[in-house]
C-alpha cells in the first residue's frame, strides 16, 4: 500500500539518516555506561555525552553545564515548572503562564494549583500573540516565574521571547520557555534572550524520540530546581538516571545539522508552506490560524467553515497525514484549547488542519496535497 505523504512535521520527523548513523556506534560496539568512569568503555561513553553536551549548550549560547538531559520535552516542562515551584515557594506561589501553551505546561500548572499555587492564564489576541502590556499587569510582587512558549506547537506562532525575558529581567521574575518546536528553526540565545530555563527536545528536528533536555541558568542568575527524580544523583543532582548515550549523541547531530542549514531550510520550507497556502485560496470559507507572518516557516493551520471535520480529516487520510492539533491530546474529544483561545466555534475548531512542513517534503508532494485538500473540501461543501 502506498504511504500517505508525511506533512504532521510538528507532530515528529523522521530520523535523518546522517543523525542515524552518528548514534549506531553507541548501540553496540561503544555501549559503556558514561557514569561508569572506572573503566575504558565509560570513558568512551563519557567523551560522547561530553561533546553532544557541549554542541547542544553552543547552539543556543549557553555552557555545557547548564544542559541537564531529560527524556524529552514534556519532562523537561515538568520540571522547570514544579522545579521551580518547589524550589522558590518561599518567595511567592505566583506562576504566569498563557492559555495556549501545551499541555505539558498546563497541566503541571494544574496540579500546582491543587497544591495552593495560584496561575495566571493570559489569553492572546486573535492573531495568537500575547499582549505585553498584559503581561506586566499581571505580574506581581510574589510571582516567582513565567513560562511562555518560543513557538505554539499548533499554530506556529512565535512570541516576542525577547522582549518577555527583558521584562521578566526587568521584575526580576524567572522566565521559562519551552522551544521543543523553536528549536533549531530559529536562531535561540539565552543570553540575549533573558531565558532562564528553556526546555527542548530532539525528535521535532529528526533526532530519535525519548531524549530531550533543559537548560538552567547558572549565572547571573543563578537558577536552582528541586529535582523530581531521585537516585543516582545523574546531571548534577537535577535528574537522575542513567544516561541514553545514543540518543543523546543523536540529538547532538540532529541539531548541529538544523543549525549549519538553518537559513536554506526554512526559507525552503517557507516556500512550499506559501504555495500551499496559495492554492488553499482557491477555496472558499478557508481561513488562516495565527499570525500570517510571524509563525513557523512550515506550519500552515487553517479552518474550513460549514464542513465536518471528522468527515474531512477521514477523507484526506489516504492521501495526506496531517493532523487537527496537537499530537500529545488528540486522543481527547474536545476542540484545539488554542484554536477556542482565538475565539474560535468548537465546530470551526474541529474542522481545523494542521500542515507541518518539513526538511524532506518536495514541491510535487505540495502540489499533490493541495489537489487532493481542494477536491476533498469541494466534494464535502459542493463547491464549484
Known amino acids: 500500500m502506498k504511504r500517505p505523504i508525511y506533512l504532521d512535521c510538528h507532530a515528529t520527523t523522521p530520523v535523518d539518516k546522517r543523525v542515524l548513523e552518528a548514534m549506531l556506534p553507541y548501540f553496540s560496539a561503544s555501549f559503556g555506561n558514561p557514569a561508569s568512569v572506572g573503566h575504558f568503555y565509560g570513558w568512551e561513553a563519557e567523551a560522547a555525552v561530553k561533546l553532544a553536551r557541549e554542541i547542544i549548550a553552543n547552539s543556543i549560547n549557553a555552557t555545557p553545564e547548564e544542559i541537564i538531559f531529560t527524556s524529552g520535552a514534556t519532562e523537561s516542562n515538568n520540571l522547570a515548572i514544579k522545579g521551580i515551584a518547589e524550589a522558590y515557594h518561599h518567595n511567592g506561589k505566583h506562576i504566569i503562564t498563557v492559555q495556549t501553551e501545551h499541555s505539558a505546561i498546563l497541566d503541571p500548572c494544574a496540579y500546582l494549583e491543587s497544591l495552593g499555587f495560584e496561575i495566571t492564564y493570559l ?36 512570541q516576542p521571547i525577547a522582549e518577555i525575558g527583558q521584562i521578566c529581567r526587568d521584575r526580576q521574575v524567572l522566565f521559562h520557555s519551552d522551544a521543543a518546536q523553536a528549536i533549531g528553526k530559529i536562531p535561540l540565545d539565552v543570553m540575549a534572550m533573558n531565558i532562564d530555563l528553556m526546555s527542548f527536545t530532539a525528535h521535532k528536528i529528526y533526532g530519535a524520540k525519548g531524549i530531550g533536555a533543559l537548560y538552567v541558568r547558572r549565572r547571573n542568575p543563578r537558577v536552582n530546581i528541586a529535582p523530581q527524580l531521585h537516585g543516582g544523583g545523574h546531571e548534577r543532582g537535577m535528574r537522575s538516571g542513567t544516561l541514553y548515550t545514543p540518543q543523546i549523541v543523536g540529538f547532538a547531530k540532529a541539531l548541529e545539522i538544523a543549525i549549519a542549514s538553518q537559513s536554506e531550510e526554512q526559507q525552503q520550507t517557507l516556500t512550499l508552506r506559501q504555495h500551499l497556502w496559495k492554492r488553499l485560496g482557491e477555496l472558499d470559507g478557508i481561513m ?64 481545523s488542519i494542521r500542515f507541518g512542513i518539513g526538511r524532506f517534503n518536495t514541491f510535487n508532494e505540495i502540489e499533490t496535497v493541495a489537489n487532493h485538500v481542494i477536491a476533498t473540501v469541494r466534494s464535502l461543501t459542493s463547491q464549484k
Open 123 to 158: 489569553p492572546v489576541q486573535p492573531d495568537g500573540l500575547i499582549d505585553l502590556q498584559e503581561l506586566e499587569a499581571a505580574i506581581r510582587f510574589d510571582t516567582i516565574l513565567i513560562s511562555v512558549m518560543a513557538a505554539n506547537n499548533e499554530i506556529g506562532i512565535l
Open 288 to 351: 488562516l490560524n495565527g499570525h500570517p507572518t510571524q509563525r513557523l516557516a512550515g506550519n500552515l493551520n487553517v479552518s474550513f467553515s460549514k464542513i465536518n471535520g471528522s468527515a474531512l480529516m477521514k477523507s484526506l487520510q489516504p492521501i495526506v497525514a496531517v493532523s487537527s492539533g496537537s499530537a500529545c491530546t488528540a486522543a481527547k474529544t474536545a476542540p484545539s484549547h488554542v484554536l477556542m483561545a482565538l475565539g474560535h466555534s468548537k465546530d470551526l475548531a474541529y474542522a
